[in-house]
């Protein structure tokens, strides 16, 4: 596990090209050895070949072989965690108890992903047997069954260094579903990539995979990043960042001469609406679990409410009173990279200038070398401000939050058509807010992933059920989750089989089912 700051290509690692990169600590704003030297247009070759190659291999192990694989990773992470979280903690500022917790959730989802290919229903096998008899026409039989796409090039989170990282959600999947993997890590979290980069390629040899199952390219999503995209090999994307950063990619695929998907989660402002029922009993404990909520990690999860719509009421001046206490006292914190506080302060500067917002809290920061460190901020207007601006709606991404004032339940109503795409929407009721407000929610459901009732949607279960996506922008694709084990399902396509002899099928297909799956026979639900 020692860091050389190199690209690694299957079982290999890159040769040092041009001037070495260094890692930064957001928190002193010192630099970190080793340097890092961005992959090479050959780098890029190098290992999409591989995957390709890999891939006529990978395609057909298993879901046993492939489980041994994602649980070795799992393993190797976890016997070199004090070490990873070591240097995350370096990278990132993201406290000790935090890093421990996002390397538990990894080595999860991991284990989580290779007991589902094992079951092997994600596979979703469906036999229709043929009917010879059948008229006016005989009825042929049709199987068919989920195959991996091919090699996939994954994007790494720069919020989430581990679970949303190398290793993460989407690598998870892919390795999972047969795809070979190209990651292509965060800027913000060299060595971290490194290092979990280091665990990968150790499990693929512990297990033999082919070479060029997994491979890690440092360097710019503009050179590396669109270089994978848009090579004739790769045959999906996997992307966790910013808005233009996912449409850059989007329009990258969209223009190849054979377009490929792009999964890309591109932010939200996650809407959290506050009925009055709930504000009467309440108010209070609202108040501070979403100060909670919007503050927690510095405001830099991608579901931390950035938006609240408040039925206004005494007992929503109480809430507001509580929570202006609670976001003024926040202490300040430090961000991921000096990039991302920029761009949340001129995110707040935005709001603070535009007429009829009020900015309620503001935690003072006094400059520090590498102007990572963020003051939480909260800002106030009525319904009619926010209607006339769709600006208000866009993400501000850190501790800050915007909440808008509506007398009447129809203000409501129009606030939640006017939104854009959301991973998740929150309501805050009691069982007659609910009765009432059956037209918000039917709104809502057109606009979020997931519906969260009277909690917060930061934390995001790692489960079966779990959607974490939702309508355009806050994902390229509405119907895709990127946490959960339907997050499979990106990397996959159907193939479908007619009349082939049994020996020919592959064994979900076999009429003597050898891997003894659930399957979908004639219609009905069959168990082994």
Same mark, same amino acid.
Request: hydrophobic share 40%; aromatic share 6%.
């Given at each position: 596990?020692?860091?050389?700051?190199?690209?690694?290509?299957? #079982?290999?690692?890159?040769?040092?090209?041009? $001037?070495?990169?260094?890692?930064?600590?957001?928190?002193?704003?010192?630099?970190?050895?080793?340097?890092?030297?961005?992959?090479?247009?050959?780098?890029?070759?190098?290992?999409?070949?591989?995957?390709?190659?890999?891939?006529?291999?990978?395609?057909?192990?298993?879901?046993?072989?492939?489980?041994?694989?994602?649980?070795?990773? +799992?393993?190797?992470?976890?016997?070199?965690?004090?070490?990873?979280?070591?240097?995350?903690?370096?990278?990132?500022? *993201?406290?000790?108890?935090?890093?421990?917790?996002?390397?538990?959730?990894?080595c999860g989802q991991l284990r989580l992903f290779a007991s589902l290919i094992e079951e092997g229903w994600w596979c979703d096998a469906r036999i229709d047997h043929a009917d010879p008899n059948r008229?006016?026409?005989? $009825?042929?039989?049709?199987?068919?069954?989920?195959?991996?796409? &091919?090699?996939? +090039?994954?994007?790494?989170?720069?919020?989430?260094?581990?679970?949303? @990282?190398?290793?993460?959600?989407?690598?998870?999947?892919?390795?999972?579903?047969?795809?070979?993997?190209?990651?292509?890590?965060?800027?913000?979290?060299? &060595?971290?990539?490194?290092?979990?980069?280091?665990?990968?390629?150790?499990?693929?040899?512990?297990?033999?995979?082919?070479?060029?199952?997994?491979?890690?390219?440092?360097?710019?999503?503009?050179?590396?990043?669109?270089?994978?995209?848009?090579?004739?090999?790769?045959?999906?994307?996997?992307?966790?960042?910013?808005?233009?950063?996912?449409?850059?990619?989007?329009?990258? +695929?969209?223009?190849?001469?054979?377009?490929?998907?792009?999964?890309?989660?591109?932010?939200?402002?996650?809407?959290?609406?506050?009925?009055?029922?709930?504000?009467? #009993?309440?108010?209070?404990?609202?108040?501070?679990?979403?100060?909670?909520?919007?503050?927690?990690?510095?405001?830099?999860?991608?579901?931390?409410?950035?938006?609240?719509?408040?039925?206004? @009421?005494?007992?929503?001046?109480?809430?507001?009173?509580?929570?202006?206490?609670?976001? !003024?006292?926040?202490?300040?914190?430090?961000?991921?990279?000096?990039?991302?506080?920029?761009?949340?302060?001129?995110?707040?500067?935005?709001?603070?200038?535009?007429?009829?917002?009020?900015? =309620? !809290?503001?935690?003072?920061?006094?400059?520090? #070398?590498?102007?990572?460190?963020?003051? =939480?901020?909260?800002?106030?207007?009525?319904?009619?401000?926010?209607?006339?601006?769709?600006?208000?709606?866009?993400?501000?991404?850190?501790?800050?939050?915007?909440?808008?004032?509506?007398?009447?339940?129809?203000?409501?109503?129009? !606030?939640?058509?006017?939104?854009?795409?959301? *991973?998740?929407?929150? %309501?805050?009721? %009691?069982?007659?807010?609910?009765?009432?407000?059956?037209?918000?929610?039917?709104?809502?459901?057109? $606009?979020?992933?997931?519906?969260v009732c009277n909690g917060f949607p930061t934390g995001v279960e790692v489960c079966h059920a779990m959607t974490h996506g939702g309508p355009y922008p806050a994902t390229a694709d509405g119907r895709?989750?990127?946490?959960?084990?339907?997050?499979?399902?990106?990397?996959?396509?159907?193939?479908?089989?007619?009349?082939? @002899?049994?020996?020919?099928?592959?064994?979900?297909? $076999?009429?003597?089912?050898?891997?003894?799956?659930?399957? *979908?026979?004639?219609?009905?639900?069959?168990?082994?």
């Amino acid at each position: 596990m020692k860091l050389e700051g190199l690209s690694i290509i299957g #079982q290999s690692r890159a040769r040092p090209a041009g $001037k070495p990169k260094p890692a930064v600590n957001p928190a002193t704003g010192t630099t970190l050895e080793p340097g890092y030297f961005w992959a090479t247009s050959a780098d890029v070759e190098r290992a999409v070949q591989l995957a390709a190659e890999a891939f006529v291999e990978f395609r057909r192990w298993p879901g046993g072989r492939r489980a041994n694989l994602l649980r070795r990773i +799992a393993e190797l992470i976890e016997g070199h965690a004090a070490l990873i979280q070591q240097r995350a903690n370096q990278e990132t500022a *993201l406290p000790p108890g935090r890093l421990q917790g996002e390397t538990a959730r990894t080595c999860g989802q991991l284990r989580l992903f290779a007991s589902l290919i094992e079951e092997g229903w994600w596979c979703d096998a469906r036999i229709d047997h043929a009917d010879p008899n059948r008229k006016p026409l005989p $009825k042929p039989d049709v199987r068919s069954m989920r195959m991996p796409l &091919g090699p996939v +090039a994954v994007f790494s989170s720069s919020n989430f260094p581990l679970a949303f @990282s190398v290793a993460g959600g989407d690598t998870a999947s892919a390795l999972a579903a047969g795809c070979p993997v190209i990651v292509k890590p965060h800027q913000g979290h060299l &060595g971290t990539s490194e290092l979990v980069g280091l665990a990968a390629q150790q499990a693929a040899q512990n297990c033999e995979a082919p070479e060029g199952t997994f491979s890690l390219l440092f360097g710019p999503g503009r050179d590396v990043g669109l270089a994978l995209v848009k090579h004739p090999l790769i045959k999906a994307v996997g992307f966790t960042g910013s808005r233009s950063g996912g449409r850059a990619l989007m329009d990258a +695929a969209a223009a190849r001469s054979e377009p490929i998907p792009v999964y890309a989660e591109m932010g939200s402002v996650n809407p959290v609406f506050l009925l009055g029922g709930a504000l009467e #009993q309440n108010a209070e404990t609202i108040a501070a679990g979403l100060h909670a909520s919007v503050t927690q990690g510095v405001g830099q999860f991608c579901t931390n409410p950035g938006l609240v719509f408040v039925e206004y @009421s005494a007992a929503a001046q109480i809430f507001l009173q509580k929570l202006e206490g609670a976001m !003024a006292a926040t202490p300040p914190g430090t961000m991921l990279t000096a990039g991302l506080c920029a761009a949340y302060r001129s995110g707040v500067e935005k709001f603070s200038r535009t007429a009829g917002v009020r900015r =309620a !809290a503001n935690v003072p920061v006094e400059a520090v #070398q590498d102007g990572a460190q963020a003051g =939480a901020a909260l800002f106030v207007t009525d319904v009619a401000t926010f209607l006339d601006n769709p600006a208000l709606m866009d993400e501000v991404f850190g501790p800050a939050t915007l909440v808008v004032k509506c007398g009447a339940r129809e203000h409501l109503l129009a !606030a939640a058509r006017q939104l854009e795409g959301q *991973l998740t929407a929150t %309501i805050h009721g %009691i069982p007659e807010d609910f009765s009432a407000n059956q037209e918000l929610i039917a709104i809502l459901e057109t $606009k979020a992933g997931r519906l969260v009732c009277n909690g917060f949607p930061t934390g995001v279960e790692v489960c079966h059920a779990m959607t974490h996506g939702g309508p355009y922008p806050a994902t390229a694709d509405g119907r895709s989750t990127s946490v959960g084990t339907r997050a499979i399902e990106r990397f996959v396509r159907t193939a479908c089989y007619q009349n082939f @002899s049994e020996a020919a099928l592959p064994d979900a297909l $076999k009429e003597s089912n050898p891997l003894h799956l659930w399957r *979908l026979v004639d219609g009905n639900w069959k168990r082994p």
